[in-house]
């Protein structure tokens, strides 16, 4: 299985960006999918997260009442809707998947699927 990011760009602070996440596979049934971002030299840090079927979704405390995390049944993906961009939201944006029966998952190793990243560029 295969994941592919799409979406990102370059936007002023307080535009939009609407990251997509497509797996290569028909669906993400039993799959819970995360987003995180990666700031040049840190770690990848959890932004949000969604279970496929229903009874998870979680935002990092600095993105929360910005940025929408859903899923598309009808294109099979998981999108990202990020408004009022902020600058520190400059990142390199990756999605990630799990069939893990865990129930939520907010770190990397909790995740065996990776997309490549896509560059989010907020400018000030």
């Known amino acids: 299985v295969q994941l592919q990011a799409s979406g990102g760009g370059l936007v002023q602070a307080g535009g939009s960006l609407r990251l997509s996440c497509a797996p290569s596979?028909?669906?993400?049934?039993?799959?819970?999918v995360g987003w995180f971002r990666q700031y040049p030299g840190k770690e990848r840090e959890f932004v949000a997260g969604?279970?496929?079927?229903?009874?998870?979704?979680d935002y990092t405390d600095s993105v929360k009442g910005r940025f929408t995390i859903s899923r598309d049944n009808a294109k099979s993906t998981v999108n990202l809707q990020m408004d009022s961009l902020k600058p520190e939201d400059t990142a390199i944006y990756f999605c990630a998947a799990s069939r893990s029966p865990s129930y939520s998952g907010r770190t990397p190793n909790q995740y065996e699927l990776w997309g490549q990243g896509t560059q989010v560029t907020v400018s000030s």
């Open positions: 969604i279970r496929w079927n229903g009874g998870w979704i």
């Open positions: 596979i028909r669906t993400f049934s039993d799959y819970r």
